[in-house]
């Protein structure tokens, strides 16, 4: 089959990341007899550089025709150090977002078995730990008027939700739960907020068309706390866009690296796929970034596409890595050196060409000074 992918490689190690994850992709189009278009569009500050603004109509109107975009990050420290920029970088992914309604951000986290000891947590506590968390993106006060008083001694962001934009998002939730341990948990700060009352109730009453999933609710304090003390409580979490931000970066840490965790953006018409993680740009240009998130986005996006036997071919090779601990410094093994961005991406993309790894030469594969065999 033939599929036209936007591809924004961003700001940082964006672009690094996202050539494994097409490197995974080719492998896939080889494999099962597929042709990816890539159409590369440009986004962040690479694109305020070049265009002015941080998302080009181009940009836009690539993505609007394309079957699925891969994305990797934005974000510059001259933006980040700077609080009076006008112009900013994540305002094109944001943007980017709203022009798609891309409402629906889902992030799924799991703990690899290979991985258990590369978590804070204790091996008990981490074990087995599968949860997702749906996030709403394209509301809340992300999107609320923003102001800045005159004399700049004062400042305020809006945050307003609709019960549409809650019921849409809240639905995609049950339906995932029904197909997982049927377990909603709502996160939201009702003991404070208007809108998370509002959320509330509207997820109270979307519950009972989900007779066989259960709804819980979390204040959002409670819940990253949870999240940490027993991860293994949680099998889907619905939760507004800012609460959505920060407790999937916790959740993130929990398997051992945010360089894993991978997420789709869904809306109606589009779909995006981008780690969760931004442009680290520590790293930009070192060949160190974990590859992995982008490269298991990849996967995602193509469950999105049907191609359900090549996302798991894609799970298997990172698994496979995992396993030989054929990975980065970030969640390398205390007794073995790591390897770069790139091997990473070659071992996963070789793995998915051969299927398995009896034709594989792993001599080739260097793990910092040593080789795996
Ligand atoms: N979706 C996005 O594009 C996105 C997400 C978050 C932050 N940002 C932007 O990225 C810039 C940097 O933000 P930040 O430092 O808060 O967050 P970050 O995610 O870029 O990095 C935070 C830390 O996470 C680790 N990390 C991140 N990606 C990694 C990878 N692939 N492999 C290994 N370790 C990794 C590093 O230790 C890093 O110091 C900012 O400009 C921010 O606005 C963009
Ligand atoms: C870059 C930023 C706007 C973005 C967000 O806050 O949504 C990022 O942190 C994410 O998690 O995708
Ligand atoms: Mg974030």
Redesign the pocket.
Known sequence: MKFTIAVIP?D??GPE?ITQAKKALNAVAEAYDHIFLYKEAQLGSCAIDATGGPLPKKTIEICKKADAILFG????PK??NDPSAKVR??QG?LQLRKELDLFCGVRPLKAYNNLIANSPLKREIIKNTDFIIFRELTGGIYFGKKELSEDMQSASDLSTYTVDEISRVAHLAFQAAQKRKKKVTLVDKANVLETSRLWRKTVTEIAKEYSDVSLEYLFVDNAAMKMILNPKHFDVILTENLFGDMISDVASALCG???LMASSSIGNENALF?????????AKGKDI??PL?SILSAGMLLKYLGLHEEADAIERAVDKSLALGIT?E?IKRKIQSSTSTSKVGDFIADYITNQDDSNMNFKNIHMGQSTII
């Open positions: 961003g940082g190690i990341v990050a934005v974000g510059d933006y980040d970088p994540e992914l690296s945010i360089g981008e780690p969760i993680h931004g442009s680290y740009n520590q970034a974990n998130a980065t970030d």
